[in-house]
C-alpha cells in the first residue's frame, strides 16, 4: 500500500519484512508498554483462527472479546469483530494499526451532545447522549 507516493513502514521496515520477523523481533520495535505484553507471548487460539480466516477471506470476521491483544503483521488484511460492551464492532485492519491495541478501534462510550435543559431541570440534564 502506498500512502501519497511513500511506502509504508514501520519503524523503517517494510510490511513484508515484518511478517518475516517473528513476534519476539516485533516487539523489539514496538513502544514499552505493548513490548512487555508482546513478551509474554500471544494468544495460540486467537492465531489459529486468523490463519484459517486468511484461507477463507470471504469468511465472517473473527469475533472476539480481547480487546488487548495487539495489532501484529499477521493480523494485517484481516476483519475481526471486537466487542465493545453492548455487541460488536467490525474492524478491517490495516499497517497503521501495528503496534495498537484492537480496543482502541471499538469504542465503548457514545459521543456527547449537549442539549438545552428543559423546564425545571437542572444543568447537568443538558448533555444529552448522542442517539445511534
Known sequence: MEIQGKKFNFRGKTLEELLAMSLEEFAKLCKSRPRRSLLKGYDKKFLKK?????????????????????VIPQLVGVKIAVHKGNGFETIDITEKMLGHYLGEFALTRKKL?????????????SAVTARG
Request: cysteine-free; aromatic content about 6%.
Open 113 to 125: 451532545q449537549h442539549g438545552k435543559a428543559g423546564i425545571g431541570a437542572t444543568k447537568s440534564s
Open 50 to 70: 486468523v490463519e484459517a480466516y486468511k484461507k477463507n477471506p470471504k469468511a465472517k470476521p473473527i469475533r472476539t472479546h480481547g480487546r488487548d491483544y495487539i
